[in-house]
């Protein structure tokens, strides 16, 4: 099938900057839209940020100027950069990929959901 593999979380001080990187793996034939989620400790899991298979990009309200969401294609890797980072934004982060892949005998398509990472903002 397909693996994610998350990586760049860590703890950083309010106004610093973290970048996530997630990397998809397996049989991909093609990847469409591919997204970042994060779900604070006692809240729902939000959308952050998702970018479409054309590049086109959307945030949630209160990220909008302070985290940009890239992809790789040739790479199969999708980026979240967070600038401006705020103690509100402490949550474990998640990717998201929306993603066609095959098997021996089908061609399929599916959502995968990467591990987590927890993104640590101290005021």
């Known amino acids: 099938q397909v693996q994610l593999v998350e990586s760049g979380g860590g703890l950083v001080q309010t106004g610093g900057s973290l970048r996530l990187s997630c990397a998809a793996s397996?049989?991909?034939?093609?990847?469409?839209?591919m997204g970042w989620y994060r779900q604070a400790p006692g809240k729902q899991r939000e959308l952050v940020a998702a970018?479409?298979?054309?590049?086109?990009?959307e945030y949630h309200d209160s990220v909008k100027g302070r985290y940009t969401i890239s992809r790789d294609n040739a790479k199969n890797t999708v980026y979240l950069q967070m600038t401006s980072l705020k103690p509100e934004d402490t949550a474990v982060y998640y990717c998201?990929?929306?993603?066609?892949?095959?098997?021996?005998?089908?061609?399929?398509?599916?959502?995968?959901w990467g591990q987590g990472t927890q993104v640590t903002v101290s005021a």
């Open positions: 998201k990929v929306d993603c066609s892949y095959y098997t021996d005998i089908h061609f399929l398509r599916d959502v995968f």
């Open positions: 397996g049989r991909i034939f093609s990847i469409n839209a």
């Open positions: 970018i479409s298979s054309g590049g086109s990009t």
